[in-house]
């Protein structure tokens, strides 16, 4: 298994809404990131888990929670957000020294 | 700084060859990656280059790295419609944070 699945694909949510987005990887990978995509615009980073611990926050507001629950799974919890906040979230994780492998995203839409 | 600099759209013919370029300015890095983004897609990583290595070539694709001039290419051969796509180059000093490119929009036409 080669794949970093993200679920759902598509969420769209009222801003006071409460959901989350789930990350997973099967390859024994010790790190993994939630990246957020604008539309035309290179991902930025968010979060960072190293060995389950969070080892960067890219100064993101409190509004997204990130949670990493074992070595296997990333959730991002989502509370209050803005419509500024619709973009794609990307999820990826990577081995020591070696490149980020990437899913296919979460299409966010926040009303 | 850490700046990374890519054109932003690059249009060619079916079968001809392709050269995405990305100027970096963090002379620390130590790895360059190229990424494919197709549409509604993730990134799908190409190819990557140790900082230490001048160029690298997997199948059709050929990347040259100048690092006194701090930059990186990626040449596509024989360019197919299916290499339509936006393409990042990214750099990082360490793996845990990759510092991305603007972002090149590759357009083939028959």
């Known amino acids: 298994d080669t794949e970093v699945t993200q679920t759902p694909k598509h969420l769209v949510m009222g801003m006071t809404n409460k959901k989350s987005l789930k990350c997973e990887q099967h390859?024994?990978?010790?790190?993994m990131y939630w990246y957020k995509q604008k539309a035309k615009k290179p991902p930025e980073l968010m979060f960072v888990?190293?060995?389950?611990?969070?080892?960067i926050n890219e100064s993101v507001p409190s509004r997204f929670s990130p949670e990493c629950p074992n070595s296997s799974l990333l959730n991002l919890h989502l509370h209050a957000l803005q419509p500024e906040d619709s973009a794609l979230y990307l999820c990826?994780?990577?081995?020591?020294?070696?490149?980020?492998?990437f899913g296919n995203g979460t299409r966010l839409t926040v009303t | 700084g850490e700046d990374v600099e890519q054109s932003l759209f690059l249009s060619v013919r079916e079968g001809d060859s392709s050269v995405i370029n990305c100027t970096y300015t963090?002379?620390?890095?130590?790895?360059l990656y190229w990424y494919k983004q197709e549409p509604g897609a993730g990134l799908q990583l190409l190819t990557y280059?140790?900082?230490?290595?001048d160029m690298k070539q997997d199948q059709r694709l050929t990347v040259l790295l100048n690092k006194k001039d701090k930059h990186l290419s990626l040449r596509i051969a024989d360019t197919q419609t299916g290499d339509s796509a936006i393409y990042f180059c990214?750099?990082?000093?360490?793996?845990?944070?990759?510092?991305f490119g603007t972002g090149t929009r590759l357009q083939v036409f028959p």
């Open positions: 990826a994780s990577s081995r020591e020294n070696s490149p980020l492998h």
């Open positions: 390859m024994g990978h010790r790190a």
């Open positions: 888990y190293s060995y389950e611990k969070l080892s």
């Open positions: 963090d002379s620390s890095s130590t790895y």
């Open positions: 280059i140790f900082s230490n290595m």
């Open positions: 990214a750099e990082s000093y360490n793996t845990d944070k990759l510092i």
